[in-house]
Nanobody
Framework: QVQLVESGGGLVQAGDSLRLSCAAS????????MGWFRQAPGKEREFVAL????????AYGDSVKERFRISRDNAKNTVYLQMDSLLPEDTAVYYC?????????????????WGQGTQVTVSS
């Protein structure tokens, strides 16, 4: 069973950048498709990005396209989320998740393991 730990969140101003990291242990990261989700207070968990097992393909939620980029380093057992041009509406707790399934999914229910989340706050 893989354990996931997110880091890199913080308080930034609109227009700034942040890079989130998700460190995996207890498993081989290349066995999992990986995703990032976020949840703002009072809102449902939202899909942000996903990346295939070897990093060849990725997909993004409409609200973060062109601003966020997901990547992975399987040798370091780490997944990243580079977030540029941050907006106040990006404020949320960001979670990474691991998916053992056969197909890529944007649905949180399809992910098998989750980290504890890291807070990102963007001030205007």
């Amino acid at each position: 069973q893989v354990q996931l730990v997110e880091s890199g969140g913080g308080l930034v101003q609109a227009g700034d950048s942040l890079r989130l990291s998700c460190a995996a242990s207890g498993g081989t990261l290349s066995s999992y498709r990986m995703g990032w989700f976020r949840q703002a207070p009072g809102k449902e968990r939202e899909f942000v990005a996903l990346i295939s097992k070897l990093g060849a393909t990725s997909a993004y939620g409409d609200s973060v396209k062109e601003r966020f980029r997901i990547s992975r380093d399987n040798a370091k057992n780490t997944v990243y989320l580079q977030m540029d041009s941050l907006l106040p509406e990006d404020t949320a707790v960001y979670y990474c998740a691991a998916d053992l399934g056969f197909r890529s999914s944007r649905e949180s229910k399809d992910y098998d393991y989750w980290g504890q989340g890291t807070q990102v706050t963007v001030s205007s």
